[in-house]
């Protein structure tokens, strides 16, 4: 099973500051990966497929980038409406797929 | 625009069962894959099941195979599970999420919260 591990686990950051949210595979993926954002109480929301493709409506802010087991997910500057939890998900053996556990990122 | 809706969650006994319904609307709904995906606090987000474009095949969690079955109805742009032998670890918000651009999920209900309990 392709496992996802996402770190750190939480980033208290400030509006304005630069955010970097790492995932690693354990095993290589290529670049199978995708990035959603969940605010509380919402459903995710992709942010990010084949890991540097940004889904419709995205600001470029969000930037994905990695292949084979490391990958990033970097938000340039960030905005209010960017604090929330971020998830990893591979789709290198579907039909398996499989998320990280996860990224909270708090408002410092 | 692209519209989920998933119905039928509820508060259920361990061993019962559970039909969610979710109806599609916005898109071809006969030409995209479908999931089911779970989350709980404990487990984070898993996907439960998939189904081909076309209903002729699917695929499961381990620990839902031969409980769960999913299905889909193209004709009217309903996605279905049934759920069957409900356990304590099932109780979840189910989402119901479209296939999208590079076989990831581009589109997700609102979700709907099963809870498993006696």
């Known amino acids: 099973e392709i496992l996802l591990t996402q770190s750190p686990a939480t980033l208290s950051l400030s509006p304005g500051e630069g955010a970097t949210l790492s995932c690693r595979a354990n095993q290589s993926i290529s670049n199978f990966l995708a990035w959603y954002q969940q605010k509380p109480g919402q459903a995710p929301r992709l942010l990010i497929f084949d890991a540097s493709n940004r889904a419709a409506g995205i600001p470029p802010r969000f930037r994905g980038r990695g292949s084979g087991t490391d990958f990033t997910l970097t938000i340039s500057s960030l905005e209010p409406e960017d604090f929330a939890v971020y998830y990893c998900?591979?789709?290198?053996?579907?039909?398996?797929?499989?998320f990280g556990q996860g990224t909270r990122l708090d408002i410092k | 625009q692209v519209q989920l809706g998933e119905s039928g969650g509820g508060v259920v006994r361990p061993g019962t069962s559970l039909r969610l319904s979710c109806a599609a609307s916005g898109f071809t709904f006969g030409n995209y894959a479908m999931h089911w995906v779970r989350q709980t606090p404990g487990k984070g987000l898993e996907r439960v099941a998939v189904?081909?474009?076309?209903?002729?095949?699917?695929s499961y969690l381990e620990s839902v195979k031969g409980r769960f079955t999913i299905s889909r109805d193209n004709a009217n742009g309903r996605l279905y599970l049934q759920m069957n032998s409900l356990r304590d670890e099932d109780t979840a918000v189910y989402y119901c999420a479209r296939e999208g651009s590079g076989t990831s999920i581009d589109h997700w209900g609102q979700g709907t919260l099963v809870i498993v309990s006696s």
């Open positions: 998900q591979q789709r290198s053996d579907w039909p398996k797929i499989t």
């Open positions: 189904i081909w474009f076309d209903g002729r095949k699917s």
